[in-house]
């Protein structure tokens, strides 16, 4: 079956870097979304990953390994509205191209 | 601003009760995904439209229905309510369903239902 694993909750500091990784299991890997989404708002898109690498895009970057099925969201000079959850969602042929999340991880900058 | 627009942004009803959600989706797009979170839980996928078509279905119950009109607009409804069904519902869209990259999933503000 398809299963994608990502921590329940991080904290960071202002300022500093995190790193929030996310794991899956899953046929035919079609590519990955990394999505941020704001208490009680809609989720945002921030990257795709199709093939291994790094994506970079401002202070965020994203990292795929599709040989180990894990992928991790970068952070940089993380500011207080970096706050929210980070969702991890992978397409493949063995979910009929559907998305499937992950729950999400909790972000929590502290001053 | 996604490009997706749904209404209503609140929805206070009483349990039994029968309301719709609906959903337009951003221009150009031709699939549209509805989604429940309840309160810090995650993205529960419900179904997908595409082109008018039911494309799949995920977890709905089958007090839940839904359906894509010709002009691409949706509309969810939602029967029998419980208190259960409080939640936020999010419709998204993509242009196409491929699981590229083209099928990125830009989401709506959502629809905050209470169910009393």
């Known amino acids: 079956g398809q299963n994608i694993d990502q921590p329940t909750e991080m904290t960071a500091t202002e300022g500093a870097i995190v790193q929030i990784n996310c794991t899956y299991q899953?046929?035919?890997?079609?590519?990955l979304f990394w999505y941020q989404q704001h208490a009680g708002e809609a989720p945002t898109f921030l990257s795709y990953n199709v093939l291994d690498g790094l994506e970079e895009k401002g202070r965020f970057s994203s990292f795929l390994s599709r040989s180990k099925g894990y992928s991790y969201l970068l952070l940089k000079e993380l500011q207080m509205k970096d706050s929210a959850s980070y969702l991890c969602?992978?397409?493949?042929?063995?979910?009929?191209?559907?998305?499937?999340w992950g729950a999400g991880t909790k972000l929590i900058i502290k001053p | 601003d996604s490009g997706v627009t749904q209404t209503p942004k609140h929805l206070i009803t009483a349990t039994g009760q029968r309301v719709t959600l609906r959903c337009s989706p951003r221009?150009?797009?031709?699939?549209v995904y509805w989604y429940q979170q309840s309160l810090d839980q995650g993205l529960q996928f419900l179904i997908q439209?595409?082109?008018?078509?039911?494309?799949a279905k995920g977890n709905i119950l089958e007090r839940f229905s839904a359906q894509q009109f010709p002009d691409l607009h949706s509309e969810l409804n939602l029967s029998s309510l419980e208190l259960g069904d409080s939640a936020l519902y999010f419709c998204?869209?993509?242009?196409?369903?491929?699981?590229?990259?083209?099928?990125?999933?830009?989401f709506g503000p959502g629809t905050r239902l209470t169910v009393l």
């Open positions: 969602a992978v397409t493949s042929l063995g979910s009929n191209y559907q998305l499937i």
């Open positions: 221009s150009g797009d031709l699939s």
């Open positions: 899953t046929s035919g890997f079609n590519g």
């Open positions: 998204a869209s993509s242009v196409a369903l491929t699981g590229a990259s083209t099928d990125t999933q830009y």
């Open positions: 439209y595409y082109n008018g078509e039911e494309r």
